[in-house]
């Protein structure tokens, strides 16, 4: 199971996600470009100190990231607002990457497109969206219990 950022535009977001990756013993793909200058500095205020503990692969752009060792094999799994299956009922598999859009845009058609599924998390009438942070929480959270990656963490 992975993270993965496609061009975040909040650094305080992105360091929130890296924290929750080495919490839940889950790599960070971040994909730039992103809407800040991508440093330790820039996220070491939400980050915190986790960011020395987690795994973070840093790519240039969507080609290199899709190039990478790391997506040679598992599904990548969008979580988007434009989608008709609910995270909850969708069957998530150990080598899944779970695929977050930039906060002010989500993700381009091509890279919607390109991902093998697409996830929603139903909310209530009239609701927009909730912030990336608090989505990924949540489906990862379902991820990991479905394919039993929280067995290996300590509890």
Not at 10 to 34: F, H, K, S, W, Y
Not at 57 to 64: F, L, P, S
Request: proline share 8%; charged share 20%; glycine share 8%.
């Amino acid at each position: 199971m992975r993270l993965a950022l496609f061009e975040p535009d909040i650094p305080q977001n992105t360091g929130t996600l890296i924290r929750l990756g080495a919490c839940m013993g889950v790599p960070v793909d971040v994909i730039e470009p992103c809407g800040f200058p991508f440093s330790i500095k820039a996220l070491r205020r939400s980050g915190m100190d986790y960011l020395d503990q987690a795994e973070i692969e840093h790519h240039a752009d969507w080609e290199a990231f899709l190039a990478a060792p790391v997506r040679s094999e598992g599904r990548i799994v969008l979580l988007t607002t434009k989608a008709s299956v609910p995270y909850s009922e969708f069957s998530f598999q150990p080598g899944d990457t779970l695929l977050l859009g930039r906060e002010s845009a989500g993700v381009p058609k091509a890279v919607h497109q390109a991902a093998d599924s697409r996830i929603v998390i139903p909310m209530a009438p009239g609701a927009r969206s909730l912030n990336v942070a608090v989505a990924a929480a949540l489906v990862l959270g379902e991820a990991l219990r479905q394919t039993g990656g929280f067995s290996a963490l300590a509890p």
